[in-house]
């Protein structure tokens, strides 16, 4: 009697997973369907913005390393530690 209490137990989780695997797939196709994509124009604008953003900041972190380690290294220098 265990095993079959025991079987029917994993028929009932196994039903049950598929289920709500189920049920899961069909609420993400809803969601899916309501979102609102972009356009062409729109992700072209935002990649652009991204792309110039992404220089700026990296010329400017460039030159500002560029500028600190100048100026550790000339105090180095002044100071004879180097």
Known sequence: ???T???ETVREATGGRIERMRLFLSE???ELKRVTWPSQKEVYATTVVV???SAFF???LFILDFGLNNLVQWI???FGAA
């Open 5 to 7: 209490t025991t079987l």
């Open 58 to 60: 990296g010329i400017y």
């Open 1 to 3: 009697m265990a095993e």
């Open 76 to 78: 180095f220098r002044r």
């Open 28 to 30: 993400v196709r809803n």
């Open 51 to 53: 792309i110039l953003t």
